[in-house]
């Protein structure tokens, strides 16, 4: 049997972690009730069950659990808030401000509102992935409803300064959503110390099922009101119809649990491996480190790489490593990330650029294999270009 790659694509995507599976299984078989069925024992399983869950993610971020919305992906919440917010406060204002690097599920549909007659404002972030707060502030009108700043890139890895954001917006009366896909349960997030009013969250970026998302909604101090993008049923107080599916709710409460418990302890493991393999990769010239080299999650790398061709390069690594180029929901596009070339990289360097995701895991062992072998397919790219050239 062939030998599979090392797998550090973590941001794309996390293994399921066994113990969430063991939470959920039950709920596939055995307690197999529709929560919203409230005239029996098997709804009433399904309802306490989903309760529970609501109620660790709530913890999570120091919020309510009449706060949590479920959805069925991060994207999905994304829209929820994004569109659920122009729609309940266009009267008030129809200006949005949001930043060049964000993720397509927010870059979309504030494309899509712009259609609509809506403005929005893509702040420009400096070389090390940070926006400026002060431009932020200054790009705030009288008719600003909303400022969407994602809490951790999912190609660079940077953490946006979120306590600061929200003071900001607090300052100025105008909503803050933060799309926390690849934080949660990462790093310390607390909506009410950070002033956030709307976070987006997703299970399988940490170890938990694909399939589920969640919307943080604040509900007082303000509260926010929302217009449903989902109609039917009337589910989750009104703000997202559809039956919700109870394994994967409980797996992702059980993988938020384990994370946070786990949390200190792998911060420190992964930044060590992080660490561990730039510092060999590190060690050839023409090698640029994209993003903040601390101020980004534990288990980010995301190098650019002078002189060979990108499509090459990950050809080239696919053998030893599984590792991506940017984000997975644009990686079948052929364009140089616009993450990349926001940080003012030439097109060339964005194209020529790898994500390394390190997970919980991978060991040291196979970094430093990752590292041999990424250093060897680079030198030898490098020598092919200039025999050919």
């Given at each position: 049997?062939?030998?599979?790659?090392?797998?550090?694509?973590?941001?794309?995507?996390?293994?399921?972690?066994?113990?969430?599976?063991?939470?959920?299984?039950?709920?596939?078989?055995?307690?197999?009730?529709?929560?919203?069925?409230?005239?029996?024992?098997?709804?009433?399983?399904?309802?306490?069950?989903?309760?529970?869950?609501r109620a660790i993610l709530a913890d999570a971020i120091n919020a309510t659990p009449e706060e949590i919305v479920f959805t069925s992906s991060a994207t999905e919440a994304n829209n929820l808030a994004i569109k659920g917010v122009a729609e309940a406060y266009f009267q008030k204002?129809?200006?949005?401000?949001?930043?060049?690097?964000?993720?397509?599920?927010?870059?979309?549909?504030?494309?899509?509102?712009?259609?609509?007659?809506?403005?929005?404002?893509?702040?420009?972030?400096?070389?090390?992935?940070?926006?400026?707060?002060?431009?932020?502030?200054?790009?705030?009108?009288?008719?600003?409803?909303?400022?969407?700043?994602?809490?951790?890139?999912?190609?660079?890895?940077?953490?946006?300064?979120?306590?600061?954001?929200?003071?900001?917006?607090?300052?100025?009366?105008?909503?803050?959503?933060?799309?926390?896909?690849?934080?949660?349960?990462?790093?310390?997030?607390?909506?009410?110390?950070?002033?956030?009013?709307?976070?987006?969250?997703?299970?399988?970026?940490?170890?938990?099922?694909?399939?589920?998302?969640?919307?943080?909604?604040?509900?007082?101090?303000?509260?926010?009101?929302?217009?449903?993008?989902?109609?039917?049923?009337?589910?989750?107080?009104?703000?997202?119809?559809?039956?919700?599916?109870?394994?994967?709710?409980?797996?992702?409460?059980?993988?938020?649990?384990?994370?946070?418990?786990?949390?200190?302890?792998?911060?420190?493991?992964?930044?060590?491996?992080?660490?561990?393999?730039?510092?060999?990769?590190?060690?050839?010239?023409?090698?640029?480190?994209?993003?903040?080299?601390?101020?980004?999650?534990?288990?980010?790398?995301?190098?650019?790489?002078?002189?060979?061709?990108?499509?090459?390069?990950?050809?080239?690594?696919?053998?030893?490593?599984?590792?991506?180029?940017?984000?997975?929901?644009?990686?079948?596009?052929?364009?140089?990330?616009?993450?990349?070339?926001?940080?003012?990289?030439?097109e060339l360097l964005a194209y020529a650029s790898v994500r390394f995701g390190i997970g919980r895991q991978n060991t040291a062992e196979e970094i430093d294999r990752v590292a041999q072998h990424a250093i060897a397919t680079i030198s030898s790219l490098r020598r092919q270009a200039?025999?050919?050239?």
């Amino acid at each position: 049997m062939t030998q599979r790659p090392i797998y550090l694509d973590c941001h794309a995507t996390t293994p399921l972690d066994e113990r969430v599976l063991a939470a959920m299984l039950p709920y596939f078989t055995e307690h197999f009730g529709n929560p919203a069925s409230i005239t029996h024992v098997y709804g009433w399983e399904a309802e306490a069950a989903v309760k529970q869950a609501r109620a660790i993610l709530a913890d999570a971020i120091n919020a309510t659990p009449e706060e949590i919305v479920f959805t069925s992906s991060a994207t999905e919440a994304n829209n929820l808030a994004i569109k659920g917010v122009a729609e309940a406060y266009f009267q008030k204002g129809r200006h949005i401000i949001t930043v060049e690097t964000e993720h397509n599920a927010v870059l979309d549909p504030c494309d899509y509102l712009r259609s609509l007659g809506f403005e929005v404002t893509f702040l420009p972030v400096q070389s090390d992935g940070l926006i400026d707060l002060t431009q932020l502030e200054k790009a705030i009108r009288p008719d600003t409803i909303l400022v969407s700043v994602m809490a951790a890139n999912n190609e660079i890895g940077v953490i946006q300064p979120l306590a600061e954001i929200g003071a900001i917006c607090r300052q100025h009366q105008v909503l803050f959503h933060t799309d926390a896909a690849q934080a949660i349960a990462k790093i310390p997030l607390d909506v009410a110390a950070m002033n956030i009013d709307l976070m987006s969250m997703t299970a399988h970026k940490v170890y938990g099922p694909k399939g589920i998302g969640a919307l943080y909604i604040r509900r007082r101090n303000p509260r926010v009101q929302m217009a449903p993008q989902m109609h039917g049923g009337g589910h989750e107080r009104g703000m997202r119809s559809g039956t919700l599916y109870t394994p994967q709710i409980v797996g992702f409460a059980k993988a938020v649990e384990l994370g946070l418990s786990e949390m200190e302890s792998q911060t420190q493991r992964l930044v060590q491996l992080r660490e561990r393999l730039w510092q060999q990769l590190s060690g050839l010239t023409g090698i640029h480190l994209n993003g903040h080299p601390t101020q980004r999650l534990p288990g980010n790398l995301n190098i650019s790489v002078e002189g060979v061709d990108g499509a090459a390069l990950l050809l080239g690594l696919q053998p030893v490593v599984a590792v991506s180029s940017g984000s997975a929901c644009t990686s079948v596009k052929v364009s140089p990330s616009h993450v990349l070339t926001a940080l003012g990289r030439s097109e060339l360097l964005a194209y020529a650029s790898v994500r390394f995701g390190i997970g919980r895991q991978n060991t040291a062992e196979e970094i430093d294999r990752v590292a041999q072998h990424a250093i060897a397919t680079i030198s030898s790219l490098r020598r092919q270009a200039s025999i050919v050239g």
